[in-house]
Nanobody, 116 residues
Framework: QVQLVESGGGLVQPGGSLRLSCVGS????????MSWYRQAPGKERELVAR????????NYADSVKGRFTISRDTAKNTVNLQMNSLKPEDTAVYYC?????????WGQGTQVTVSS
């Protein structure tokens, strides 16, 4: 059974930092493309960051470039999202996504709220 379990969300003040983690199981993590998406109330789900399985190349949404960093630890089947200089507009539910062998999997999401 495939599982993606996110953690690390919470309430943080503007300018603060959070680190999200997603642990995958039930699929071949080492060959999966891993991504973080987010969905704010009343908005569509959008790509935040992606990391490839082989080269480890990354790409980011323009709105988070220079502030967020995606990384993966294949030994721990984990993908992380380090979020710095957080803004109120980063408030959303953050989802982990895996694409493995042409199949797509989603985590249940973790809430991030940026507010003073």
């Amino acid at each position: 059974q495939v599982q993606l379990v996110e953690s690390g969300g919470g309430l943080v003040q503007p300018g603060g930092s959070l680190r999200l983690s997603c642990v995958g199981s039930g699929f071949t993590f080492s060959t999966a493309t891993m991504s973080w998406y987010r969905q704010a109330p009343g908005k569509e789900r959008e790509l935040v960051a992606r990391i490839s399985s082989t080269s480890g190349s990354t790409n980011y949404a323009d709105s988070v470039k220079g502030r967020f960093t995606i990384s993966r630890d294949t030994a721990k089947n984990t993908v992380n999202l380090q979020m710095n200089s957080l803004k109120p507009e980063d408030t959303a539910v953050y989802y982990c996504k895996a694409i493995s062998q042409l199949r797509l999997y989603w985590g249940q999401g973790t809430q991030v709220t940026v507010s003073s």
